[in-house]
């Protein structure tokens, strides 16, 4: 076919399907009147310059005060906040109540979210935290503070692969307490392994239940016990790096992650791996399929506890629900639902999709110069090995080619260094679990010095290779507020119970319009969301009416978010740190690390214990005023 013209023709199918989209969401705009807010004197509906100012309104905060004084107005006087903890939930998959009719009840967790009554933000705010208490790591243990953090450095073999510097790094579940005032917080990160090379404190590495992790029938053995941002790599400029990275994370359902996940993301949750059963029989939520005979081109039968997810059933009832596979045979297997269906069995047979895991990982070097079998794309990471799945390492998995095969669970990279000196970090990059991963705890640091940095700090115009400070953003559990906060919270370290210091990442996408306020405004709306946007966005699943009549978002649960910006800075993996200096000179490498925040880094002055301040190199934002007082 000639290229142009495919493309041409391309093009064209794809705008056919986005109008034909737009239009039904404008069709459904109109059946349900959703008013159109450009609509006017000498004003059209589809008038362009229209179109763009209402793309660039933002709901103000006084229209969110207005919208929550007209919701409170509709409850009852008895009801002045949420429900009590302990009152009557809603049952999983119910809408919301209408607001006006009855006190707005108290999701309970893993159940729909109220979007609209105006008392539940379904947010989080950190427990108070006394600040500049703990010292902020710094490297190696000489650096621990008082919590027993530091940042651990990974140390080099250079005699496996001369001319190299080469390392294994393992993945692992651990805890680690980052503030005096929270209980030690439940984290995944880097930790490097011991070889016959490479020696240490023999750490022996386990699960979270305690039991010990084993390689190859013998003990996982860590140079040190994993440490957030552990283990930073130090290399030099055109000297390769060369990695072993093993997946040690627990396998099954410990292997979830203990933060929201939602499985309609793209990568995060059903694969290529389905089948349409021939015939489903049902028995609560235990149900029995039978594959095709023969099998489809492609299908592979699904594992034993592997996760799969049913879709285009009828009833409604058994779509978007998970189950575990049992007793797999060639012709067929069981499902034990997580939830039963209350029609049984049944009339429609959809089809049942293998699910990815969230154990899955990989290295991305942020930043390097790397050839693409090694730069940790979307599609090459690897589960742990042993992992029942029908998906155990990504579809562009390539191993260095002059390594060893590492085996299942286990990927090689090669990183050429061949780039001046700086501060970068590697980090996860798993397909549709990227930011979750990061935000758990799979980060670590590596800085690159080349000779020109050297020859510098050799005549003392630099002082050192300087001091890292990785500032990131996070907010954790607090067991006291959460439940009536956001009190469909249904992860941590013990799912369905809120425990305080375990990460807190939003799961309820709050639209900023509600259709059912006479302005059109949610008081606790976030984000835009498409249906009830104008012009309409086009969208898969169109909204709802509720058995109140009220017109809801029909958003999976737990929901993606766009970005998250939390409400607790940290630094080198502590909360609020001090640090003691001497009246000398100091080099900061600074690394932004959070997921959505930018930084306005600033020095004040804050007492008489500090006589001045002087700049190298520029910078700005200091001031001689002295506020806040340090005691």
Known sequence: MNRNKFVKTSSLVVLAVFSLSLGANQAWAQ??????????????????????????????????????????????????????????????????????????????????????GGVFSNWAWTPPLQKFIDKVPGLTPAGANGLGQYISLAVADTATYPGSDYYEIAVVQYQEQMHTNLPPTTLR???????????????????????????????????????????????????????????????????????????????????????????????????????????????????????????????????????????????????????????????????????FTQNRATLHLHGGLTPWISDGTPHQWT???????????????????????????????????????????????????????????????????????QDLITRGILPDIGIPLVIQDRTFVDSSTLPTTDPTWNWGSQPGQALTGDLWYPHVYMPNQNPNDMAGVNPMGRWDYGPFFWPPWPTKYLPYTDGAGLLEPNLPTPSMTMEAFHDTPMVNGTLYPYMEVDPTTYRFRILNAANDRMWNLQLYQASNIVGGITLKSGGSGYTTVRCCPFS
């Open 383 to 453: 589960t742990p090995a042993g992992e029942s799945t029908s998906y155990p390492q990504g579809v562009s998995v390539k191993n260095v080619p002059d390594m060893p095969d590492p085996g299942p669970g286990a990927l090689t990279f090669f990183y050429t260094n061949q780039q001046s000196a700086r501060l970068m970090f590697y980090h996860d990059h798993a397909w549709g679990i990227t930011r979750l991963n990061v935000y758990a705890g799979e980060a670590a640091g590596y800085l690159v010095t080349d000779p020109t940095e």
């Open 189 to 355: 990160g880097y930790v490097q392994l011991e070889t016959s090379v490479v020696q240490g404190a023999h750490y022996a590495l386990t699960y979270p239940d305690g039991s010990a992790i084993m390689i190859g029938g013998s003990p996982a053995l860590a140079v040190d016990k994993p440490h957030y941002l552990g283990s930073t790599v130090v290399a030099t400029k055109d000297r390769p790096v060369r990695i072993k990275f093993v997946n040690l994370l627990p396998t099954g359902m410990g292997g979830n992650l203990f933060i929201p996940v939602d499985t309609t993301d793209m990568g995060a949750g059903m694969g290529a791996n389905v089948v349409t059963p021939t015939s489903v029989t049902a028995a609560g939520a235990l149900l029995t399929i039978t594959y095709p005979n023969p099998l489809p081109a492609g299908f592979t039968p699904f594992k034993m506890d592997e996760m799969v997810m049913l879709k285009g059933f009828v009833p409604q009832d058994y779509n978007d629900v998970e189950g575990m596979v049992q007793n797999p045979t060639a012709t067929g297997c069981e499902v034990m639902l997580k939830t039963a269906p209350a029609s049984s069995p049944p009339t429609v047979i959809g089809s049942v999709a293998a699910m």
């Open 31 to 116: 059946k349900n009147k959703v008013k159109d807010p450009n609509s006017g004197p000498g004003i059209t509906s589809r008038d362009p310059n229209a179109i763009k100012a209402r793309q660039k309104q933002r709901v103000t905060n006084e229209q969110r005060l207005a919208a929550a004084a007209r919701a409170a107005a509709k409850r009852p006087a008895s009801q002045k906040g949420p429900a009590k903890v302990g009152g009557a939930p809603s049952a999983i998959g119910a809408g919301p109540r209408a607001v006006g009719a009855a006190p707005v009840p108290m999701p309970s967790p893993g159940a729909t979210p109220d979007y609209y």
